[in-house]
């Protein structure tokens, strides 16, 4: 597991984008810790193999901060520049993270838009169903929406049933536009 830590973790550092993750990687990383710090508990640290078992711990616990925090603060630029996040990139346990930070990210932009119009600020209700019908304008991966559903991947000119939030944010891409309803 160490090896494959490190591996996440360079990858992660020399790349710009977000690197995919073996799946079951944090969920196999976390048995891992766990192993170690057993392991230590039952070793006498001013032995060789003690010492050798802490520094581990201390390289596997830098090293799995940095991967983390990494990929966290990706994961929020591509959220703040109003791009989409590969769902093939992003672990299990990442993908609630990023729902919340979309549907953020959609709060803000709505309320400037609001005060840009000279709208005082409001809450925004979900329609009855929380869905809209979109014609999606250019190729888009799987995502996941915020109500923690896999859509796509779509081609131009399909048409899909997507939560209001979603699609709101792929029609103020450009990738997407709202079908009325007639």
Do not use: C
């Not at 840009?116 to 929380?130: D, H, T, V």
């Not at 399909?158 to 699609?167: F, M, R, S, W, Y």
Request: zero cysteines; a negative charge.
């Amino acid at each position: 597991m160490y090896d494959e830590l490190f591996e996440a973790w360079r990858k992660e550092k020399e790349n710009t984008d977000i690197q995919p993750l073996s799946k079951g990687f944090y969920a196999r990383l976390a048995e891992y810790v766990k192993r170690i710090r057993e392991e230590k508990r039952m070793m006498d640290e001013r032995t060789v193999k003690g010492r050798l078992l802490q520094r581990e711990e201390e390289n596997v616990r830098s090293m799995l901060e940095e991967l983390v925090h990494t990929r966290y603060e990706k994961m929020m630029r591509i959220v703040a520049e109003g791009e989409i996040v590969p769902t093939t990139s992003l672990e299990e346990e990442e993908e609630n993270l990023y729902k919340k930070a979309t549907s953020q990210a959609d709060s803000f932009q709505a309320l400037i838009k609001d005060l840009l119009q000279g709208r005082p600020p409001k809450e925004k209700k979900i329609g009855p169903n929380g869905l809209m019908v979109v014609r999606i304008l250019r190729e888009i991966p799987e995502i996941i929406g915020v109500d923690m559903k896999t859509y796509g991947p779509f081609k131009p000119e399909d048409i899909a049933t997507l939560p209001k939030e979603n699609a709101k944010t792929l029609i103020k891409q450009g990738v997407a536009a709202e079908v009325e309803a007639q």
